[in-house]
């Protein structure tokens, strides 16, 4: 059974902490995306990654940065957490896409952060 | 300008109707591709269906169906016979074929919560 990993389900931080999210996936995948989710807002992009060491921006990078220094985990780093980073965070992955629109991701369970 | 509208943010329905889940979509490629992805209480999201723009005939996954009408560039989800354990959210997202070297792109709605009553 395919499996992407996070490690907490729920977190509690204080402002201007530092705070990591992990994720691992145990199906050689080569892309690997963390994902903030927020109601009414769909799941917006905050970093990816299509190989190891290398990272891409998504569409709201600010606050945040990652880390991969293994195909398998996915690191997401908040370098001083404050209260409008209090989120549901998913990670997920997927194959290369090699050109197949209908490549699909699959997603861990995410981790519902609280910065207070 | 959104690129994925899910125009219903809830939805009740009652065990063993059929419910469809409304998305429209706006992109300028002629080659891209549809899913739908529902998620539980529980978080985790599910992949249930995708949908070609080339395909030419709608897709099916067991009780999903997704009713697509590329003219109108919508992509309805739907669930026949409803059960109680379709309660989730869920989320409608597109992958433009011209964004592919980015290697990313699923771009996604805002969800619509559906609630199944007994």
């Known amino acids: 059974d395919v499996k992407v990993t996070q490690s907490s389900r729920y977190l509690v931080k204080r402002t201007g902490e530092k705070v990591f999210l992990e994720c691992v996936q145990d199906?050689?995948?080569?892309?690997m995306f963390w994902y903030r989710q927020d109601p009414g807002l769909g799941l917006r992009l905050i970093y990816f990654s299509y190989d190891v060491k290398m990272k891409e921006k998504g569409d709201i990078p600010e606050g945040y940065s990652v880390s991969r220094e293994k195909k398998e985990r996915f690191s997401l780093i908040l370098e001083s957490a404050s209260t409008n980073q209090t989120s549901m965070y998913l990670c997920?992955?997927?194959?290369?896409?090699?050109?197949?629109?209908?490549?699909?991701?699959?997603f861990g369970q995410g981790t519902r952060l609280t910065v207070v | 300008a959104q690129k994925i509208t899910q125009t219903q943010p809830g939805m009740f329905v009652q065990e063993k109707e059929a419910v469809t889940l409304d998305c429209t979509y706006d992109t300028s490629d002629q080659s891209y591709g549809l899913f739908w992805y529902k998620q539980p209480s529980s978080g985790e999201m599910i992949f249930l269906i995708y949908q070609g723009s080339y395909d030419e005939q709608n897709a099916t996954e067991g009780r999903y169906s997704l009713n697509f009408q590329k003219a109108r560039k919508s992509a309805n989800l739907v669930i026949s016979a409803s059960q109680l354990g379709d309660s989730a959210m869920y989320f409608c997202a597109m992958r433009e074929a011209r964004r592919m070297d980015s290697n990313y792109q699923l771009i996604w709605g805002a969800g619509t919560k559906l609630i199944i009553k007994p």
């Open positions: 997920a992955s997927s194959r290369g896409t090699g050109g197949r629109l209908n490549t699909e991701a699959f």
């Open positions: 199906m050689d995948h080569e892309n």
